[in-house]
């Protein structure tokens, strides 16, 4: 189970912290990803982060604005959200590979989840 959490309401400019707490998915060999949704469009992909390496891997579009990180203690996957923009309000979706690497062809690829979360709302106000 994926238990997603951190979304709200923001204004441009602004971040927000998301998690997703894995309950049930230890081990260090499954990589983490961030997706997200649009009203009317497909979900896409945010981050993600490999198992094996711990090596993180972003969209062009929000490269250099959010990271991704992960406390193996806790279970838990973050996506820090800094200068949020209207283009970013979505559901956001974590999900788990069982890829624990193959850079972001593999990781970037939503067939390549297993288990996904239920979504959190991020609404961004211009």
């Known amino acids: 189970q994926l238990q997603a959490s951190g979304g709200g309401l923001v204004q441009a400019g602004g971040s927000l912290r998301l998690s997703c707490q894995a309950i049930g998915h230890t081990g260090s060999a499954y990589s983490w990803g961030w997706f997200r949704q649009a009203p009317g469009l497909g979900r896409e992909f945010v981050a993600s982060?490999?198992?094996?390496?711990?090596?993180?891997y972003y969209a062009d579009v929000v490269k250099g604005r959010f990271t991704i990180s992960r406390d193996a203690a806790k279970n838990t996957v973050y996506l820090q959200m800094n200068n949020l923009k209207t283009e970013d309000m979505a559901v956001y979706y974590c999900a788990r590979s069982p890829y624990g690497s193959g850079g972001i062809s593999t990781l970037s690829d939503r067939s390549k989840y297993d288990y996904w979360g239920q979504g959190t709302l991020v609404t961004v106000s211009s």
């Open positions: 982060i490999s198992g094996r390496e711990r090596k993180p």
